[in-house]
Each structure stands twice: as structure tokens, then as C-alpha cells.
């Protein structure tokens, strides 16, 4: 059952918040091979879904109440642990709720448990995770993406209705998408970032991970929202966006719910070296999205390839600055054997970091050091503006923009670690719209190599969330992708 | 021009990292492999174009949001020690800074 489905069942009365919860929570603990699964306290959670319960019986309503969600591991918990799966945070306990998971709360969400990612959420695989990999439903000898990988598996795995993921550079797109499911990055701003573990506070975003256009739609209506807490968190009213998903297009007709809609396709978004298997499988998807009404026009990202260098000279150095906070003094890890307060800190944080955040904070703390602020930092941020113009640019022709989410299906477990640098490039296809800050999708789109998941990329313009939304929504109205099983499950 | 071994200590030193010989070694390949990707930023004319430190300043103006300079935090004294690796009588212990 998906959110929708759930809060039915919920209202219904056909089974309570408790007995469902109990049942995922064994779902869970059955599917641990995944790796899905970083914390949970079943006390905990049956206590929230017996206050959900009570909520109920005393008349509350509203579609999230009595649902069991998971968190991703990088949003802080009072209730459980948090590490953003990283030997640094081993055993904190926070002692205040983010503002997702304490508006989720209020909406009547109850807490399965935390999920695992990639740590500090760089990586694109899963694979950089302290404690262990996850494993792609589909096929386990493959990565689920990343880095909301355990937010993502549990869901196509139908371990969780839905989960929460972060996104920076396309963390909750490009996982949706290697695991048949659906996923959406709001606009920067959106969704607060009080309580996220910092990676890259200029790109950070959280969003929802479910298995329908719907079903994120009920979510992101209850995680975003303006926080006082966030100081780039957006000033704008709440937005219903499950009602927008129902409410007709202007230029609707019978038959034809996108009529009107005009789709971009950037043609470097559909480079020669692209997939032919992931090619087919979105284009097969743009042609229903036609058929539904929708015309496709050509437009141009000239700066697309260019994005990856921007990405990766930005986040790092936003990232360097952001754990500079980790020195084994207020929280996380501390080496037992050090010779003096200089000392301490470089052991503790050689000890805490893994690879991949180390290779980062370097290449941040690099391109931050005088004299080459910039050559690379400023001229990344200046190319960054470059990049968000040329998305301007194509919104004066098209509503939405469409495309692959990543160059290829999900790779095998280990393919990348030989070469950790040239898998930054599987990102070109989601670093665009986090350096513009633009609203982004993964709807899945069919089926590649191996017969796993591949995921269309719808993107919007600033705060039309409801325009990717309902066009997604349509999609999943018209087609079965979204609804197809990895078997095992 | 690449990086070299002394260089990488450098920045190691700046991030506050400790790296043995293995690590710094391929650190050093990797980051000269990066910034090779990177050098195609530098082609690029970037004459008169304003940084985009924050997204939505692309389509709008920006404004830093201020708050009144009043406490809004409640006192979690003993929460916030609770994570902390050491403590005493309600203090961070760090290792003796000052001779």
C-alpha cells in the first residue's frame, strides 16, 4: 500500500496505525539483507502509532495520520539515533527533531525507523556508507543510487509506504530512478533545512520518496513550508499539492489532461554516449506524455557537461566549511590517543571521515585557500548563474523540462570504486537543476539493461512543483511502470 | 599545473586531516585527475557575470532574513553535553591549550 492507500485503509478503520506499523516493522527486520535499515525502536513507534490511533478515535483526520514512514538517516531524530552514516556520528542522539520530521510528526506520521545513505550523503551509490551498502531490490548485486539509497530500496521494496531523502546534486532523483520509484527534489527553499545534516547548504533540499506522483504530493505538502529556522528557507503560503494534482489543466481536453503542456527536451540531455536502453525507455515515456496531450519542443542546456565541474568545486567547498564543525570536542567521534588540541582534531576527523567526505573536504579546503578562491570558486559560482539563466532561458518556450536522470540502470556493487573521481560524471543529468535550485522528478519510465528501473527527469521552473506534480500524475494514471514489483519482496 | 605530494599535505594540514602515506598518494592522482575535469571551467568568459552564491537570487532578489536578537532556544545544557565525548561539571574538556 502507498500513502493514498493507506490513509484510506486508515480511515476506514480496516486496520489501525499500531497493526500496520507492526506489520512493516517485521517487513523490515525480514528484508535486512537490503541495508536499508540503519535504526529503529519498535517501542518508540508503536507508542506514536497508538497516539496516532487516538488522534482518530477522537475525530482527527487529515491523509497522514496513523502513516508509517522512515527517515533518511541525515534528518536528526530526538527518538532515534543519527549518524548520516558516518563513523563520526556513531551513537548521537539529537536533541531536537528536524522541521521535516517534526512537521511529518504533526501531520500524524509515525516513525518506522532511520535509513541508510551514503555518508554525509555524498555519493551517488550507497556505497560510501559507514556501516554497510545497500543493496538494490531489483537486483542485489546492484546499488540502489544514492545517496537516499536506504530511503529508496525500502520503498521499492515495499518495506515503507514512503521515506524522506535529501537531495544536493540529485540525491533523491537519481536513486528514484535505479529503483523504479518516484522522487521529488523541490525548489531550493522549499522544504526547511533546520535539522538536515549540512553537506552543501546552497543545494541542499529535502523531498519524498513514494511510488506515485500522488503519493509525494500528500507528502511534500506536509514536509514544506516556510521555517523561521531556515534562513533561506522560502516566505511563501503552504500549497496543497495533492488537490492541485486533481484540479484540470487550462488547456485540457477529454483524453488529453496535458493538453497545453509544452515539455523541453534539451538535445544534451540526449547525448550520443546516452544508453540506448535508458534512451528508448524515456523516450517511450515522452511519448505517452504526448499522447496524453503534451507537446514536445527542443530547447538548449548548452552548460550541461560544464555543470559537473561547477558541482563539484561548489558543494565541496560549502561541505569543507559545513564539517569543519566535526572536532571530536561538542559531538561525534574523538580519537582515545592524541598528542595535543591540533592533534586531536586530525586524528578524530581522519578516524571519523571515510574516503569519499575526505576527498571532498580536501578538494573544498583547496579551492577555498588563497589564491585560488578565484580561479575556482568564484568562477564556478559565476558559471552557476550561467547555468540558471540558460534554464530561464528555455521556460520562455516550455512549461516543463524533460529527460534521462542518469546516463545508464544502476550500476554493479564495487563498479565505481576503482575510479571514484570519473563517477562524478553518471551525475551530469541531475547537477543542472540543483545548481539552478529548480524543482526536479524522477517518474519511472519503464525498463533498461537487466530489466531494471529507469527514471524520466521532469524539471519545472521555480516553485511549480504542482505543474510536475500533475504531469506526473497523468503519466501514472496512463501507465503501469510505477507499479511494477521487484520480485523477492 | 598538478599537485604534488607536499601540496596535498598542505591541504591536509588546512582541512585538519591526517592522511598516511597511501592515502596522500592516491589523494594526490585523484585530485589531479579532478581538477583536469576542472580546467574546462577556466575557458569559459565569465566577463561582468555576477556569482550565484544562493538559487533563487537568479530569478529574484534575495534578502537576508534578520530575526529580533532575543533568546528563542530553550536551555538543553544537559542534552547538548550528552553527545559530548568529554565533559566536567558542565563544560567541553578539550586537551590543554595554553601552557
Redesign the interface.
Known amino acids: 500500500m502507498g500513502v493514498a492507500e493507506t490513509g484510506r485503509v486508515l480511515a476506514s478503520g480496516e486496520v489501525s496505525s499500531v497493526e500496520l506499523s507492526k506489520h512493516l516493522l517485521a517487513r523490515l527486520h525480514r528484508h535486512a539483507e537490503l541495508g536499508a535499515l540503519l535504526a529503529c525502536d519498535e517501542e518508540e513507534t508503536l507508542r506514536q502509532a497508538a497516539a496516532a490511533d487516538a488522534r482518530r478515535h477522537a475525530g482527527d483526520k487529515g491523509p497522514l495520520l496513523g502513516l508509517p514512514i522512515a527517515h533518511k538517516d541525515i534528518f536528526v531524530t530526538r527518538a532515534l539515533p543519527t549518524t548520516a552514516g558516518s563513523k563520526m556520528l556513531e551513537g548521537?542522539?539529537s536533541?531536537?527533531d528536524a522541521t521535516v520530521v517534526e512537521r511529518l510528526a504533526a501531520a500524524g506520521a509515525v516513525t518506522l525507523g532511520k535509513l541508510n545513505c551514503d555518508e554525509f550523503a555524498m555519493g551517488s551509490g550507497s556505497e560510501n556508507s559507514a556501516f554497510r551498502p545497500v543493496l538494490n531490490p531489483w537486483d542485489r548485486s546492484r546499488v540502489p543510487g544514492g545517496s537516499s539509497g536506504g530511503s529508496a530500496a525500502a520503498v521499492a521494496a515495499r518495506l515503507v509506504p514512503a521515506a524522506t531523502g535529501t537531495d544536493t546534486g540529485g540525491s533523491i532523483r537519481q536513486p528514484a530512478s535505479f529503483t523504479g520509484i518516484t522522487g521529488i527534489k523541490p525548489?531550493?527553499?522549499v522544504c526547511s533545512r533546520y535539522g538536515m545534516v549540512a553537506f552543501a547548504s546552497?543545494?541542499d533540499q529535502a523531498g519524498p520518496l513514494a511510488r506515485s506522483a500522488e503519493d509525494c504530493a500528500l507528502l511534500l505538502g506536509a514536509m514544506g513550508g516556510f521555517d523561521?529556522r531556515d534562513?533561506?528557507s522560502?516566505?511563501r503560503p503552504p500549497e496543497d499539492y495533492a488537490r492541485a494534482l486533481r484540479a484540470p489543466r487550462a488547456g485540457a481536453a477529454p483524453g488529453r489532461p496535458l493538453g497545453g503542456l509544452r515539455i523541453g527536451l534539451p538535445k544534451e540531455f540526449f547525448p550520443a554516449a546516452l544508453g540506448s536502453d535508458v534512451a528508448n525507455a524515456v523516450r517511450g515515456a515522452l511519448a505517452e506524455l504526448e499522447r496524453l496531450g503534451a507537446a514536445l519542443v527542443d530547447v538548449n542546456l548548452p552548460?550541461t557537461?560544464?555543470s559537473?565541474?561547477?558541482y563539484?568545486?561548489i558543494a565541496p567547498a560549502e561541505a569543507?566549511s559545513n564539517l569543519?564543525r566535526f572536532?571530536?570536542?561538542?559531538?561525534?567521534?574523538?580519537a582515545a590517543r592524541?598528542d595535543?588540541?591540533?592533534d586531536?582534531?586530525?586524528?578524530s576527523?581522519?578516524e571519523g571521515?571515510g574516503?569519499e567526505v575526505?576527498?571532498r573536504?580536501?578538494?573544498g579546503?583547496?579551492v577555498l585557500?588563497h589564491g585560488y578562491y578565484d580561479?575556482?570558486y568564484?568562477?564556478?559560482?559565476?558559471?552557476?548563474?550561467?547555468i540558471?539563466?540558460d534554464f530561464?532561458a528555455c521556460f520562455r518556450t516550455c512549461d516543463l523540462i524533460a529527460g534521462p536522470v542518469a546516463p545508464s540502470v544502476a550500476w554493479k556493487l564495487g563498479a565505481q570504486s576503482e575510479d571514484?573521481?570519473?563517477s562524478?560524471?553518471a551525475d551530469i543529468f541531475t547537477l543542472p537543476a540543483s545548481?539552478?535550485?529548480?524543482p526536479g522528478m524522477s517518474v519511472p519510465a519503464g525498463f533498461g539493461e537487466g530489466d531494471l528501473p529507469v527514471g524520466l527527469q521532469l524539471i519545472a521552473d521555480?516553485f511549480q512543483e504542482a505543474t510536475l506534480l500533475h504531469a506526473a500524475h497523468a503519466l501514472q494514471q496512463a501507465t503501469d511502470w510505477h507499479l511494477r514489483t521487484p520480485s523477492g519482496c | 599545473m598538478p599537485l604534488t605530494l607536499p601540496d596535498v599535505h598542505a591541504i591536509a594540514h588546512l582541512a585538519r586531516l591526517e592522511l598516511d602515506a597511501e592515502e596522500s598518494h592516491a589523494l594526490l592522482q585523484q585530485l589531479n585527475e579532478f581538477f583536469a575535469i576542472v580546467e574546462r571551467m577556466s575557458t569559459v568568459d565569465t566577463a561582468g557575470i555576477e556569482p550565484l552564491y544562493t538559487p533563487l537570487s537568479a530569478v529574484r532578489d534575495v534578502r537576508l532574513r534578520l530575526r529580533e536578537d532575543v533568546v528563542t532556544e530553550k536551555d538543553r545544557r544537559e542534552e547538548n553535553l550528552r553527545n559530548a565525548p568529554a565533559v566536567d561539571a558542565g563544560l567541553f574538556l578539550v586537551p590543554k591549550v595554553i601552557e
Open positions: 548521537y542522539r536533541p531536537f525548489t531550493y527553499g546552497s543545494l523561521a534562513a533561506t522560502a516566505e552548460r557537461e560544464l559537473i565541474p561547477v563539484y568545486i569543507s569543519s572536532d571530536g570536542v561538542r559531538y561525534g567521534h574523538r592524541y595535543d588540541l591540533l586531536m582534531y586530525k586524528k576527523r581522519s571521515f574516503a575526505k576527498r573536504i580536501m578538494i579546503t583547496y585557500s580561479a575556482y568564484l568562477q564556478a559560482q559565476k558559471l552557476r548563474r550561467m540558471a539563466d530561464q571514484p573521481v570519473a562524478y560524471l545548481l539552478a535550485g529548480l521555480y
